[in-house]
C-alpha cells in the first residue's frame, strides 16, 4: 500500500516562497506519476502540478510559472517549490500518486494527509 507524507507548509507573506515535500513509502516513486492538489476553504480540490513516471510535468493555469514541480527517485521524494505565492495560495496542499497520472482528482487512490499553506498579506 503507497503511502503519501507531505511536509513543509507553513505561514508566509504575499511573495514568500516555500518548497513542499512528499515522502513516498510502500512503493517505488519512480514506477508512479505525482501530483499536487490543493483546497482552499469553501472551494473545491483543484489540481495544481503532475510530474510524470518520464518526468513530464504539468501545471495548473494558476501557477504562471511560480511554482517547480521536481522528484528525486532515490529518496521516493517529490518537492513543489513555490515562488511568488499570493494570498489566492492559501489552502491544505494534497500529494497525490498513481502510475498512469492525471489532472483530475478522482483518478487517484493515493492521498497523502496534506499540508496547509497560508500566505499573508
Known amino acids: 500500500q503507497v503511502h503519501l507524507q507531505e511536509s513543509g507548509g507553513g505561514l508566509v507573506q504575499d511573495g514568500g516562497s516555500l518548497r513542499l515535500s512528499c515522502a513516498v513509502s510502500?512503493?517505488?516513486?519512480?514506477?508512479?506519476?505525482l501530483g499536487w492538489f490543493r483546497q482552499a476553504p469553501g472551494k473545491e480540490r483543484e489540481f495544481v502540478a503532475l510530474?510524470?513516471?518520464?518526468?513530464?510535468?504539468s501545471y495548473a493555469d494558476f501557477v504562471e510559472g511560480r511554482f517547480a514541480v521536481s522528484r528525486d527517485n532515490a529518496k521516493n521524494t517529490m518537492y513543489l517549490q513555490m515562488n511568488d505565492l499570493k494570498v489566492l495560495d492559501t489552502a491544505v496542499y494534497y500529494c497525490?500518486?498513481?502510475?498512469?497520472?492525471?489532472?483530475?482528482?478522482?483518478?487517484?487512490?493515493?492521498w497523502g494527509q496534506g499540508t496547509q499553506v497560508t500566505v499573508s498579506s
Open positions: 497525490v500518486a498513481e502510475p498512469q497520472g492525471s489532472m483530475y482528482s478522482q483518478q487517484y487512490l493515493h
Open positions: 510502500g512503493g517505488t516513486a519512480g514506477a508512479l506519476s
Open positions: 510530474i510524470r513516471r518520464n518526468n513530464i510535468k
